[in-house]
């Protein structure tokens, strides 16, 4: 069984909002901004590239425990450890209460009162999925440069290699994975794309396949990557994933699909059954990049079309849910009950997948498989507005990626698959057909 082990976090004013002095330039702060990045070196990993099969899964895929512990994994947990120790961190998150929900899902509560208290507070409009970056907001180039761990990169020769000394090549604008100073769990990171470019929060191709990829590398079923795109409660717009260890079953990767779609390239598209927020899973592909691609394009569509929406990196890159969502929407409308409004909790990627980040005692105290139900039924989109959502997905993916869906007699099979055994069932409704 792996384990991980947890120490007290320390904790220090590091992170005080900057001063008008401060964000104008040579500030001081050991930034990423010119002021202070020339000459500057970081640690660097350079993993092997992933992009053929071995029969029908993606090598490395599986997350088999009886796996040595990946490089990049022990990397993440002894950088982020280290500045746990220097006290870079707004509070100590070892100290937050969780418990597992009694109940057939298995939700996660986590008491965490100061965290809304002490994060950064949203700078932009939040019913705009797209939106300009702004160098004037706050952005991840005035973060101090303790806080990032280490460069990542694809290798160059085909080997993993890592320089625990290396320049930083602003010119070609490298990614950095960097600790969240407002952690929800244990070894809590961003992963920044190509920082140097200001990318605004929105996916491409390139960052969804450097996001997969870093889930493959660090082989940790415990280690699941998430985004939140603007609308869908991510408060930063400089483009980013985030991604922490939870030694549990999210209660997401325990709901059973439906098969609905398969692509020549071998990815399987799904539909959510049985849990309160409806969403489209992507599993297999012939190569990662089939799978990375396939998710992008997706979350391209969505964003052109702004569409709110969540996605969770699970099972060490195998599985991808795509979870639009209209929290913020029904919020503004005066359409979510003031009981829900008082727990104060906005529903991201990981309250959406299960682990329920609550800020009130009480709501702590009193939490049900029930009550989170509630909440995150508030989350989802209709049926209706699923298919139509869907529809939108498939007709963008097919405009890119040809699709292999042939039509079945209801007697015919279709996929209800529970996630954990990704078993395929006989089931009696017909695959959605593409014309």
């Not at 792996?2 to 590091?14: A, D, E, M, Q, W």
């Not at 997350?63 to 870079?88: I, N, T």
């Not at 280490?150 to 080997?159: H, I, T, V």
Request: with cysteine; hydrophobic share 40%.
């Amino acid at each position: 069984m792996l384990s991980i082990k947890r120490v007290p976090t320390l904790v220090s004013n590091y992170q005080k909002e900057e001063t008008g002095e401060a964000a104008a330039g040579g500030c001081g702060r050991n930034c990423l901004k010119s002021c202070c990045i020339q000459g500057a070196r970081l640690p660097l990993y350079a993993f092997k590239k992933v992009d053929k099969v071995c029969g029908n899964e993606l090598p490395l895929l599986g997350c088999k425990e009886q796996h040595p512990v990946a490089f990049l994994d022990s990397l993440v947990l002894g950088e982020w450890e280290d500045r746990m120790q220097r006290g870079l961190f707004r509070y100590d998150v070892t100290a937050c209460e969780t418990k597992v929900i009694p109940g057939e899902y298995g939700f996660i509560a986590q008491l965490n009162e100061g965290r809304h208290l002490k994060k950064r507070p949203t700078e932009f409009r939040v019913d705009k999925v797209l939106q300009p970056f702004d160098e004037n907001k706050f952005n991840f180039t005035k973060v101090g440069q303790e806080e990032v761990l280490f460069q990542l990169e694809a290798s160059n020769d085909g080997e993993a290699q890592f320089f625990p000394n290396a320049p930083i090549d602003v010119e070609n604008s490298p990614s950095f994975v960097a600790i969240n100073v407002s952690p929800i769990e244990y070894g809590h990171v961003l992963l920044i794309p190509r920082i140097f470019e200001c990318l605004p929060q929105r996916i491409d191709h390139a960052s969804f396949l450097l996001a997969l990829q870093m889930a493959v590398e660090a082989r940790n079923p415990y280690f699941r990557l998430g985004y939140n795109s603007l609308g869908a409660f991510a408060t930063i717009n400089h483009l980013h994933f985030q991604a922490y260890y939870l030694a549990l079953p999210f209660p997401i990767e325990k709901a059973p699909t439906k098969k609905i779609a398969k692509l020549s390239g071998g990815v399987i598209i799904s539909k959510l059954l049985n849990y309160p927020v409806r969403g489209l899973v992507f599993e297999g592909g012939h190569t990662l990049e089939d799978l990375a691609n396939a998710v992008s394009e997706a979350c391209i569509c969505l964003q052109h079309n702004n569409i709110p929406y969540n996605v969770l990196i699970s099972d060490c890159g195998r599985q991808i849910f795509l979870l639009p969502q209209c929290y913020a929407e029904k919020q503004a409308l005066g359409e979510v009950s003031p009981e829900l409004l008082e727990t104060q909790v906005n529903p991201a990627v990981w309250e959406i997948s299960g682990h329920m980040v609550l800020k009130r005692k009480k709501d702590y105290e009193e939490a049900s498989e029930a009550n989170a139900w509630r909440l995150l039924a508030e989350v989802s989109l209709s049926e209706e507005r699923l298919l139509e959502v869907t529809a939108l997905v498939f007709q963008a993916i097919t405009s890119s990626v040809e699709m292999n869906v042939k039509p079945q007699r209801l007697e015919e099979v279709d996929a209800v698959s529970p996630n954990a055994q990704h078993a395929i069932v006989a089931g009696s409704h017909e695959c959605l057909v593409l014309q």
